[in-house]
Each structure stands twice: as C-alpha cells, then as structure tokens.
C-alpha cells in the first residue's frame, strides 16, 4: 500500500499515474495521520480526500470528503474523524446521502416553496421572510377556497404545478402555467413568475432551454418586468382639485384612508395594520408596527391628520383596525371621474414625498417617509431629529395641502427648510 504522513510537500510532489487509472494513498506513519483517511490522484492530477471504513455491521463504505487543496490537509483530518466517527455509530453516509438526492428528486413545487418561506434568508440582514410575505408565496401553491354561495375562487397561479417534483419542471410547463396567469392581469403573472424562479434557484434546480436564460430564443423567454417604481406623483398644481374631490365625498373609512395616506406618506398597506391600541391621541401620534425595514415608524400626526384619527376609532375597541378598508377601488374611481387625475394610493406616498421635499429638510423627510439611514455616516450618526421637528414637517406638508385647496395658488418654490 501508499502509506505517507500527508505534508502539503509529499501531496504536492506525487507522480502522475497512467492515464486511464488513479493512486490511491493513505495517510499513515505521522503524529496527525487519521487511519482511514485517503488521497486518490488521477491522470489528469485531481486529488482527492476520501475515507475508506467499514460501518459498524454493515459493508465499507468510500466517503468523499473535497478536493485538495482546495481543502488543506488539516481540514481534511478534521472532517475525517467526524465521517469515521458516524460510521462507527452505525450510521451509513452514503445511504443518507442517497435518502437526501431520492427526496431532492421527489420534492414537488409546493413542499419545496415551504422550504423555501421557512428558510429564506435576505442578504442584506439575515432576516426571515415577513409573514405576509409568506401568505402571499403560499397561496399560489395552494387551490381556490370555497365561498358560502358554492362558487370557488380561483387557483393560485402556481397551482397545477403544485404537486410536480420540482425536478421535472420544464420550459413548456413554466410559460404554460405564465400564459394562464397572464389572463388575471401581468402584473400578477410577473409576481408568480419571480416566485417561481427564486424557488428554482434556491433549490439548484436547472430546467432545460428555461424561459428564464436570457440565452433562451425571445420568443420562447418569459420576461419578467422590473418591480413596479415607487409612485407617480400627482402634480402640485392638481392637488387642490384632488383634495377638493376627497372632501366632496361623504366621509367613509376608504376616504379618510386615501386622506390620511397624502397626508402622512404611509406605504398602502401601513395604515391597514393600526390598530386602535397603536394610537395616542393624548400625543398625537400613530404608531405602525413591523414595517418594510422591520422598525416601527411613529408618525406625529398633524392637525387633519389627528381629527382623520378621532373620527376612525370612535367607539372601537383597542384591537380594531383603525381603518376598515377592503378595496379602495371605487372610491378611487370616482375621484377620479370627478377631477380627471388617474392615481393609484400608493402614488400618494410620492406625492408626500414631492410636497414634503422643499418644505422640509432632506433629513427629516427621511425620517418622515421611514427610509432607513444605511451608509450614510451623516444621517445615521451626526444628524437626529426631534419629534417636534417631524410634527412640524407633516403639519407643513397639511398646511399646504389645505391651502391648494382653498386658494388653488402653488407655492412649492420656497427653499427647504431646516
């Protein structure tokens, strides 16, 4: 037998064998040799790390640990006695291994996706997904709910490929499935497509000529947009009429939520989350819990504001949403029937942004829109801002608001203010 102390010296050193064959040497005769632990060499000069033992009542079994040297030697060693250990336990390694490629081979779209939501990390903090954000990846995976009346709702979007190991996905079945998604609208469609792919990716999952490559023919690629901006903002000029418009009508929940949205510079979804229990009417302010960067944002409410707040949670119990809102969608209609101005509500956070901008420093209006501070020195360690600071910065943005809509006179000129 080859038997060495393995040195980086002696491994670098070793001859070449025949083509066609492999060497192999044992690591022996040294005051660090671990017996059982093999290099073995081919002609084309790869070496490996392997180790040869028996399991306890059971065959041999050759077990690899890595390359060398992208491995050194004394990782080798130590990664050695943990596998000789196992195998002494009775413990096959590569029965486990096959047991763990058998279930990679058979794991289907679904029980993949709940690995997925259960273990996805971000890069940028090492958090988990958001909650929401795992209900909403789960539901594309999982069938229509049945309503009271015997109608069912539709599929998730991913459904017929919910029970397919993800290892027999093909091409035709991810644009099978993009084409029927397409039919509900393309923005959902894009959203399924970005699951779909990340969950692939995750899993090392490779489909052959995939709509994704960029490589694939255009014709046979599904493209999926960039996420959606952030807003379009209404212009100053318009603003008047849009108020004007949202005091017209008979002040609902969806109503004083649109207001409450332009005034305060919330994402959509943030106000839904407030419950009566998050607002202190005494101070003045509303804090929404857990938002996109995992802080809670306290927002110091102005005058309108304030009385928007009153008004929702009269006669609520503390954990009632502070707005009852379903879809905003008619309301949004007929404001916009009314004045011509097309808007989504989260255009109303831009448009904050857009009149906040030169009535309020650039800081505090990072502090307003609950931008995080990352990478700037300035912001996050030499620049602080007081509630009474943020207080006047969302009443400046109310005041001016209120006086577009008296006056219809833009006075966005002005330079920032501190």
Same mark, same amino acid.
């Given at each position: 037998?080859?038997?060495?102390?393995?040195? #980086?010296?002696?491994?670098?050193?070793?001859?070449?064998? @025949?083509?066609? $064959? !492999?060497?192999? &040497?044992?690591?022996?005769?040294? /005051?660090?040799?671990?017996?059982?632990?093999?290099?073995?060499?081919?002609?084309?000069?790869?070496?490996?790390?392997?180790?040869?033992?028996?399991?306890?009542?059971?065959?041999?079994?050759?077990?690899?640990?890595?390359?060398?040297?992208?491995?050194?030697?004394?990782?080798?060693?130590?990664?050695?006695?943990?596998?000789?250990?196992?195998?002494?336990?009775?413990?096959?390694?590569?029965?486990?291994?096959?047991?763990?490629?058998?279930?990679?081979?058979?794991?289907?779209?679904?029980?993949?996706?709940?690995?997925?939501?259960?273990? #996805?990390?971000?890069?940028?903090?090492?958090?988990?997904? @958001?909650?929401? $954000? !795992?209900?909403? &990846?789960?539901?594309?995976?999982? /069938?229509?709910?049945?309503?009271?009346?015997?109608?069912?709702?539709?599929?998730?979007?991913?459904?017929?490929?919910?029970?397919?190991?993800?290892?027999?996905?093909?091409?035709?079945?991810?644009?099978?499935?993009?084409?029927?998604?397409?039919?509900?609208?393309?923005?959902?469609?894009?959203?399924?497509?970005?699951?779909?792919?990340?969950?692939?990716?995750?899993?090392?999952?490779?489909?052959?000529?995939?709509?994704?490559?960029?490589?694939?023919?255009?014709?046979?690629?599904?493209?999926?947009?960039?996420?959606?901006?952030?807003?379009?903002?209404?212009?100053?000029?318009?603003?008047?009429?849009?108020?004007?418009?949202?005091?017209?009508?008979?002040?609902?929940?969806?109503?004083?939520?649109?207001?409450?949205?332009?005034?305060?510079?919330?994402?959509?979804?943030?106000?839904?989350?407030?419950?009566?229990?998050?607002?202190?009417?005494?101070?003045?302010?509303?804090?929404?819990?857990?938002?996109?960067?995992?802080?809670?944002?306290?927002?110091?409410?102005?005058?309108?504001?304030?009385?928007?707040?009153?008004?929702?949670?009269?006669?609520?119990?503390?954990?009632?949403?502070?707005?009852?809102?379903?879809?905003?969608?008619?309301?949004?209609?007929?404001?916009?029937?009314?004045?011509?101005?097309?808007?989504?509500?989260?255009?109303?956070?831009?448009?904050?942004?857009?009149?906040?901008?030169?009535?309020?420093?650039?800081?505090?209006?990072?502090?307003?829109?609950?931008?995080?501070?990352?990478?700037?020195?300035?912001?996050?360690?030499?620049?602080?801002?007081?509630?009474?600071?943020?207080?006047?910065?969302?009443?400046?943005?109310?005041?001016?608001?209120?006086?577009?809509?008296?006056?219809?006179?833009?006075?966005?000129?002005?330079?920032?203010?501190?």
């Amino acid at each position: 037998m080859n038997r060495l102390n393995f040195t #980086k010296a002696k491994l670098d050193a070793l001859p070449l064998p @025949k083509p066609g $064959t !492999r060497v192999v &040497y044992h690591d022996a005769d040294g /005051p660090h040799s671990v017996r059982g632990l093999q290099v073995r060499i081919t002609a084309n000069g790869t070496k490996t790390f392997v180790v040869f033992k028996r399991v306890n009542g059971g065959r041999p079994e050759r077990v690899t640990l890595g390359r060398y040297p992208d491995m050194s030697i004394a990782q080798a060693r130590q990664k050695a006695i943990r596998v000789i250990a196992d195998l002494a336990d009775g413990n096959s390694i590569n029965a486990r291994k096959r047991e763990v490629r058998q279930k990679a081979r058979s794991l289907t779209l679904a029980e993949a996706l709940q690995e997925y939501v259960e273990q #996805k990390r971000r890069r940028k903090d090492g958090l988990p997904l @958001k909650e929401r $954000t !795992r209900r909403d &990846y789960l539901k594309m995976v999982a /069938p229509g709910r049945q309503r009271a009346d015997g109608t069912k709702n539709a599929d998730g979007e991913l459904y017929k490929l919910a029970g397919k190991p993800i290892r027999q996905i093909t091409a035709e079945d991810i644009r099978a499935v993009h084409r029927a998604a397409l039919a509900r609208g393309e923005r959902r469609a894009a959203y399924a497509m970005q699951v779909l792919r990340a969950v692939l990716n995750w899993h090392g999952v490779e489909v052959a000529d995939s709509p994704f490559d960029r490589h694939t023919p255009e014709k046979l690629r599904v493209n999926i947009p960039q996420s959606r901006p952030a807003g379009r903002s209404i212009p100053p000029e318009r603003i008047g009429d849009w108020w004007r418009a949202v005091n017209d009508l008979p002040t609902t929940p969806t109503v004083d939520y649109l207001r409450f949205l332009l005034l305060t510079g919330c994402r959509p979804s943030e106000p839904l989350k407030v419950t009566v229990r998050d607002c202190d009417l005494l101070g003045g302010r509303v804090t929404i819990r857990d938002t996109k960067n995992r802080r809670d944002h306290v927002v110091a409410l102005s005058e309108p504001a304030l009385a928007i707040v009153k008004r929702q949670i009269q006669d609520k119990p503390a954990d009632a949403p502070l707005f009852s809102v379903r879809n905003p969608r008619k309301t949004v209609q007929a404001i916009t029937a009314a004045t011509g101005i097309e808007f989504a509500p989260k255009d109303l956070r831009a448009t904050f942004a857009s009149i906040a901008e030169v009535l309020t420093s650039a800081y505090t209006l990072k502090r307003m829109m609950n931008h995080t501070q990352a990478g700037d020195v300035t912001g996050l360690h030499y620049v602080h801002k007081g509630e009474s600071q943020l207080r006047a910065g969302w009443q400046a943005v109310a005041d001016w608001i209120q006086e577009q809509a008296a006056e219809n006179v833009v006075v966005l000129q002005q330079e920032p203010g501190a």
